[in-house]
Nanobody
Framework: QVRLVESGGGLVQPGGSLRLSCVASEHTFSPITVAWFRQVPGKEREFVGAFSENFSLNNDKAYVTESLKGRFSISGSGAEDTVWLQMSTLKPEDTAIYYC?????????????????WGQGTQVTVSS
């Protein structure tokens, strides 16, 4: 069992920044992987990136999907209790509900079906 709570969403102008937080609590297993997805109405839920304390790619414990690298970054506290999604140079097309999700283990999957636990989502709106 994992309880996930996202926060930090809101309205931001194009070019602005936001940092989303995902707090994972009540998890009785370790390691876990915490991922970020986003979804706009009528479209599939899209993988943004993920973090796991036991993951390592080029000495990085996080992975961000290629199309968002350079603008988005992910970091985490120890034991994956909190994972942050830092978003910069935001564009209107980044407008979506952002969800965090968790799965057992340290393998980062880009598939939403790999994640059993989900937060309620937080709305990010990029508009002038």
């Amino acid at each position: 069992q994992v309880r996930l709570v996202e926060s930090g969403g809101g309205l931001v102008q194009p070019g602005g920044s936001l940092r989303l937080s995902c707090v994972a609590s009540e998890h009785t297993f370790s390691p876990i992987t915490v991922a970020w997805f986003r979804q706009v109405p009528g479209k599939e839920r899209e993988f943004v990136g993920a973090f796991s304390e036991n993951f390592s790619l080029n000495n990085d414990k996080a992975y961000v999907t290629e199309s968002l690298k350079g603008r988005f970054s992910i970091s985490g506290s120890g034991a994956e209790d909190t994972v942050w999604l830092q978003m910069s140079t935001l564009k209107p097309e980044d407008t979506a509900i952002y969800y965090c999700a968790a799965a057992r283990g340290a393998v980062i999957s880009t598939s939403k079906t790999s994640y059993r636990y989900w937060g309620q989502g937080t709305q990010v709106t990029v508009s002038s």
